[in-house]
């Protein structure tokens, strides 16, 4: 029996639209209450490339509506971690999971790889981010955010239609409109939402249906009506981002105060793959640590050495304590290569992380 | 002309109502939020953007239809 016989018999997909589901290539932003719905579905459908970026982590107050984790993901990153459960979910799908911010200076180069871009993210800076992103690269935008017990649903960017910023042209004023974690969100509805926009992604892919292009599709869970709002294309709003396109990668991220480090915890370890540690304190320091895939570069010669560091692995940069590595990564940004970790507890807990495991290892 | 207009999301919780009918005289919808401010204060510092019959529509153009909404932007996700 093949995993898409219900798919296949319909003769509006057939064995063609699995195909063409099997190519496509989608990333979804965030992995929250939106996100896990949107991948859940689009994993299970047999989208053939899934990209998750979230840097955050599962936390318990986030189980009642996200819906990929569990209580033994507590404290884990959500990109990884839901990336762990969707394999096993499918395990014939190319998954990516991107645990660090999306930022002005990583979007670009990170939607060039896919053909659809999903909003599941939940703040302004981002949303904007993600749609101009989206303007610049010629990607379609498939958005949707939820309030309470509202949602909205809408396909920006798409065959010559609106952007996001032809509804709304700029953000909100700061501390104006709140947030699920501040006023609280109805678990189910971000399920609902986001299956409506797994169900625009496969349709657009599918190239079957009518597909929310510029129709803003808004829901009330608590009467079950829905209304469909029509936004005109503002040529002004799009040329207005074509034109600081080149300056792009410049712009300032405003999410933190303090720019932001992805840092990894020890016991998150195991959620890594392909990892390259460096160590980035001075050759004089001890103790010397012996584990597999590891380099040396002193954090003085960080800025000469940078074409040392392989970014097509994880890059996981440790000193002693977790200060020094943290203004590692600093500067590897700076200097564009994004994959790059802290290790949050410093050299110790490393070499006693590998201490447990070989004991365990020779255990068994 | 009677208006109704339809309120979403935080807008709601402002005029604590989701939807009320308004009768107006006016003809531009600019002339409508102010008399909605002026009813609902908290209004006035909200962002939001205005449909008529069912299309987002600026808020400088005449009223030419009953229907109106008042939606805001939503971040959550």
Known sequence: ????????????????????????KVLVIGAGGLGCPILQYLAAAGIGTLGIVDFDTVELSNLQRQVLFGTSDLGKNKALTAKERLSHLNDTITIHAYPYQLTYKNALELFQNYDIIVDGSDNFPTRYLVNDACIISHKPLVYGAIFKFEGQVCVFNYKNGPSYRCLFPNPPKEGTVANCSE???????????GSMQANEVLKIVLDLGTVLNGKLLLYNAMTAQTTSLTITRSELQIDNVLSRQDSFHEQEDT??????????????????????????????????????????????????RLNEIDTTKENILFCATGIRSSNAVTIL???????????????????????????????? | MDLTIKYFGMLAEVTQCDEEVLSFSENRISELLKTLCAKYPM????????AQNNTIVAKESPIEHSEIALLPPFAGG
Request: net charge negative.
């Open chain 1, 1 to 24: 029996m093949n995993r898409y016989s219900r798919h296949i018999i319909l003769p509006e997909i057939g064995q063609e639209g699995q195909e063409k589901l099997s190519k496509a």
């Open chain 1, 183 to 193: 006023i609280g969100v109805l678990g189910v509805l971000p399920g609902i939402i």
């Open chain 1, 255 to 304: 999410f933190h105060c303090e720019p932001f480090v992805p840092e990894i915890e020890i016991r998150d370890l195991s959620l890594y793959h392909n990892i390259q540690f460096i160590d980035i304190r001075e050759c004089h320091e001890t103790p010397k640590v012996a584990v597999e895939d590891l380099i040396q570069i002193p954090l003085s010669e960080l800025e000469e």
């Open chain 1, 333 to 364: 940004q700076k200097h564009n290569i994004n994959n790059c970790f802290s290790l949050k507890e410093g050299v110790m807990a490393l070499m006693a992380y590998y201490e447990k495991n070989v004991q365990e290892h020779e255990r068994t």
């Open chain 2, 43 to 50: 209004l006035e510092e909200k962002d939001f953007q205005v």
